[in-house]
Nanobody, 114 residues
Framework: QLQLVQSGGGLVQFGGSLTLSCAAS????????MSWYRQTPGKERELVAF????????NFPGSMKGRLTISRDGAKNTVYLQMASLKPEDTAVYYC???????WGQGTQVTVSS
Protein backbone atom coordinates (compact mmCIF):
# COMPACT_ATOMS: atom_id res chain seq x y z
CA GLN A 1 0.00 0.00 0.00
CA LEU A 2 1.40 3.36 -1.02
CA GLN A 3 1.69 5.66 1.95
CA LEU A 4 3.64 8.66 3.23
CA VAL A 5 4.01 9.08 6.97
CA GLN A 6 5.49 12.28 8.29
CA SER A 7 7.25 12.99 11.54
CA GLY A 8 9.10 15.87 13.08
CA GLY A 9 7.84 19.40 13.28
CA GLY A 10 6.70 21.26 16.35
CA LEU A 11 7.60 24.54 18.01
CA VAL A 12 10.94 26.21 17.38
CA GLN A 13 12.32 29.63 18.19
CA PHE A 14 13.19 32.29 15.65
CA GLY A 15 16.47 31.41 13.99
CA GLY A 16 16.25 27.78 14.97
CA SER A 17 16.40 24.64 12.88
CA LEU A 18 14.12 21.70 12.35
CA THR A 19 14.11 18.52 10.30
CA LEU A 20 11.00 16.91 8.91
CA SER A 21 10.85 13.28 7.86
CA CYS A 22 8.62 11.53 5.36
CA ALA A 23 8.72 7.74 5.40
CA ALA A 24 7.38 6.12 2.28
CA SER A 25 5.93 2.69 1.69
CA UNK A 26 4.84 1.08 -1.55
CA UNK A 27 7.48 2.74 -3.69
CA UNK A 28 11.12 3.77 -3.49
CA UNK A 29 11.99 7.39 -2.72
CA UNK A 30 15.32 6.88 -4.49
CA UNK A 31 13.57 6.11 -7.75
CA UNK A 32 10.84 8.72 -7.95
CA UNK A 33 10.83 12.50 -7.43
CA MET A 34 9.62 13.88 -4.12
CA SER A 35 8.42 17.28 -3.00
CA TRP A 36 7.68 19.25 0.12
CA TYR A 37 4.91 21.82 0.31
CA ARG A 38 3.64 24.10 3.03
CA GLN A 39 0.27 25.66 3.66
CA THR A 40 -1.04 28.44 5.87
CA PRO A 41 -4.72 29.07 6.62
CA GLY A 42 -6.59 30.56 3.69
CA LYS A 43 -3.77 29.97 1.23
CA GLU A 44 -2.98 27.30 -1.32
CA ARG A 45 -0.22 24.82 -0.74
CA GLU A 46 3.13 26.22 -1.77
CA LEU A 47 5.98 24.15 -3.17
CA VAL A 48 9.11 24.67 -1.08
CA ALA A 49 11.43 21.84 -2.12
CA PHE A 50 11.84 19.23 -4.84
CA UNK A 51 14.28 16.43 -5.47
CA UNK A 52 14.43 14.45 -8.70
CA UNK A 53 14.19 10.68 -8.85
CA UNK A 54 17.88 10.39 -9.60
CA UNK A 55 18.68 12.74 -6.74
CA UNK A 56 20.93 14.92 -8.86
CA UNK A 57 18.54 17.81 -9.16
CA UNK A 58 16.94 19.86 -6.42
CA ASN A 59 14.84 22.97 -6.51
CA PHE A 60 13.80 25.37 -3.77
CA PRO A 61 11.29 27.89 -5.06
CA GLY A 62 9.97 30.59 -2.83
CA SER A 63 11.15 32.48 0.20
CA MET A 64 12.83 29.57 1.96
CA LYS A 65 15.52 29.14 -0.69
CA GLY A 66 18.96 29.03 0.86
CA ARG A 67 17.58 27.79 4.16
CA LEU A 68 16.43 24.33 3.08
CA THR A 69 18.06 21.02 2.33
CA ILE A 70 16.16 18.09 0.88
CA SER A 71 17.69 14.64 1.11
CA ARG A 72 16.71 11.01 1.14
CA ASP A 73 17.81 7.77 2.75
CA GLY A 74 17.25 4.70 0.61
CA ALA A 75 17.78 2.27 3.47
CA LYS A 76 15.02 3.93 5.47
CA ASN A 77 13.03 4.88 2.35
CA THR A 78 12.63 8.31 3.86
CA VAL A 79 12.88 11.85 2.56
CA TYR A 80 14.01 14.68 4.82
CA LEU A 81 13.54 18.41 4.81
CA GLN A 82 16.11 20.26 6.87
CA MET A 83 15.08 23.82 7.66
CA ALA A 84 17.43 26.43 9.07
CA SER A 85 17.23 30.06 10.18
CA LEU A 86 13.52 29.71 10.66
CA LYS A 87 11.31 32.77 10.81
CA PRO A 88 7.80 33.29 12.20
CA GLU A 89 6.51 33.57 8.63
CA ASP A 90 7.65 29.98 8.06
CA THR A 91 4.89 28.84 10.40
CA ALA A 92 2.72 26.47 8.41
CA VAL A 93 1.64 22.90 7.94
CA TYR A 94 4.25 21.09 5.90
CA TYR A 95 3.41 18.21 3.58
CA CYS A 96 5.50 15.74 1.65
CA UNK A 97 4.22 14.68 -1.75
CA UNK A 98 4.96 12.16 -4.45
CA UNK A 99 4.14 13.79 -7.79
CA UNK A 100 4.37 10.48 -9.61
CA UNK A 101 1.65 8.85 -7.54
CA UNK A 102 -0.22 11.94 -6.41
CA UNK A 103 -0.14 11.03 -2.73
CA TRP A 104 0.29 13.39 0.22
CA GLY A 105 1.67 12.88 3.66
CA GLN A 106 -0.63 13.68 6.56
CA GLY A 107 1.01 17.04 7.21
CA THR A 108 2.95 18.29 10.20
CA GLN A 109 2.69 21.62 11.96
CA VAL A 110 5.75 23.83 12.22
CA THR A 111 5.43 26.86 14.45
CA VAL A 112 8.20 29.43 14.73
CA SER A 113 8.01 31.77 17.70
CA SER A 114 9.39 35.29 17.55
Amino acid sequence: QLQLVQSGGGLVQFGGSLTLSCAASGFSVTTYPMSWYRQTPGKERELVAFISGTGDRTNFPGSMKGRLTISRDGAKNTVYLQMASLKPEDTAVYYCYTPTFGRWGQGTQVTVSS
